[in-house]
């Protein structure tokens, strides 16, 4: 088979759509560098694990599967992070079945975005914050370490928040608990809806 890359998914919206919540020079520096570089670094794993296959060179398997997991998952992660976002509304909140399913699992969407932001604030260093349904459309909030560690095995991301100092420091310097705060008008419920009925 033909070597396996991964690709950089253009935004679904202008750089400057998401103002003032993330400025326009954030999303530039995060679509364009960071998840390009997740982007070559999970295609540079593919590329030696390729390599390795035909028997051109030799790698130390458990290293290029460490950088493969790390730089995958930022790929991954990163491109269901731009469509789970749009333009800011104010009062922003999940209807149809999805909001159903909050208000069912976490008792409302107050608790569901308690929990979520308690799980973003108290990431350590860098990650992510997740919400996430089993196969029987059961729903958790999730806490990542980096880009990949913490998960849960099978678990579909449905909503995710970028927390890494990347995400939010030029535009709100230390006060990841306002990022947080505003990043809730940017959240694009019909994608969130759109993941969980897939
Ligand atoms: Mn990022």
Known sequence: ????????????????????V???RIMRLHHDKHHL????????????????RKGEIEINVREVLRDLSFHMNGHVLHSIFWKN??????????GGE???????????FENLKKEFSASA??????????????????????NIEKHNL?????????????VWEHAFYLDYENNKASYIENWWKVVN??????????
């Open 22 to 24: 993330i400025s326009e």
């Open 37 to 52: 570089a997740y982007v070559k670094g999970a295609n540079s794993a593919l590329e030696k694990l390729y390599k390795f």
């Open 1 to 20: 088979m033909e070597i396996k890359k991964v690709e950089l998914p253009p935004l679904p919206y202008k750089y400057n759509e998401l103002e003032p």
């Open 150 to 162: 913490m998960h849960i095995a099978g678990f579909k991301p449905l909503l995710v928040l970028d």
């Open 98 to 108: 999805i909001g159903d399913r909050i208000e069912k699992v976490f008792g409302s």
């Open 121 to 142: 604030k108290s990431v350590e260093g860098v990650g992510w914050a997740i919400l996430a349904k089993d196969e029987e459309n059961y729903l958790y909030v999730l």
């Open 85 to 94: 976002m749009r333009k800011p509304e104010e009062n922003n909140s999940p």
């Open 189 to 198: 419920w019909d994608d969130v809806e759109k993941r969980f009925k897939e």
